[in-house]
């Protein structure tokens, strides 16, 4: 994986392959121009890239909307994504580059959210990545709150979905239920069978059987790791077992 995704961006043909603000931002690391536009020419985009760029695009300009040190991100960036020491480097020059390009995040997370429209799980995935940035100081300030809702309508998402999806990175009185979609005039059973189809769902081997890259993989575990954590808390305030 990490020569699949860190050997494919020293030329511009990836760029080229990806198009869009993505596309032009990788031809910027390669040191090639390349026309923002798009479409690509090379057929369908890697969709590994896709991910794994947008992440660190969205991740940036969240940064700068927030001012946070930059290398506080691109750490928590490389918690997620296997990146090698030799190419931390570039990591952090596509972070500055990101923050510098005139495009607004929206560009961005247009062209994801596009490329990704039929897979809402992944670009669900995507808010999960930038929330674990966000808390790379350990906290997620009103700025990266407010970006991250932004995003999120952007991806089609309703504010419901971004509740949900906020409740696994933001603690609030109601998190558990919040978490697992659930209520607290389910019953037993009702809470048990929605916990079981949640974990289902969300099985990172899921991820793996459709193809999707270790970064997806990794969000996937931890998203799970939520959703047990809350089982956990519901579970012992019921007394179940």
């Known amino acids: 994986m990490i020569q699949s ?30 026309i923002d536009r798009e479409g690509a020419p090379f057929g369908k985009p890697p969709r590994d890239v896709l991910f794994t760029m947008g992440l660190v695009a969205l991740a940036a300009k969240m940064a700068k909307a927030d001012g946070v040190v930059v290398d506080v991100e691109v750490r928590a960036f490389e918690q997620i994504v296997d990146v090698p020491e030799s190419e931390h480097d570039k990591v952090e020059r596509l972070f500055n580059l990101a923050i510098q390009t005139t495009d607004g995040f929206e560009a961005y997370a247009r062209q994801i959210g596009d490329a990704f429209k039929d897979e809402p799980a992944l670009l669900e995935d995507v808010l999960d990545g930038l929330f674990h940035i966000a808390k790379a100081d350990e906290a997620i300030h009103e700025a990266e709150y407010a970006y991250l809702k932004e995003v999120a309508t952007v991806f089609a998402f309703s504010d419901q979905d971004f509740a949900r999806i906020a409740a696994r990175h933001v603690q609030r009185a109601d998190d558990p239920y919040l978490v697992l979609q659930a209520d607290r005039s389910m019953t037993d059973e009702e809470l048990k069978r929605q916990y079981r189809r949640l974990v289902a769902e969300n099985h990172p081997d899921r991820e793996i059987a459709r193809g999707l890259p270790p970064e997806a993989v990794k969000i996937a575990t931890e998203r799970v790791a939520a959703i047990n954590a809350a089982w956990e808390i519901i579970a012992s305030e019921r007394n179940l077992r």
Not at 7 to 28: D, E, M, Q, S, T
């Open 5 to 34: 995704i860190w050997g494919k961006l020293g030329g511009a043909g990836i760029g080229l392959a990806l198009g869009g603000p993505i596309g032009a931002l990788l031809g910027g690391v390669a040191g090639h121009v390349l």
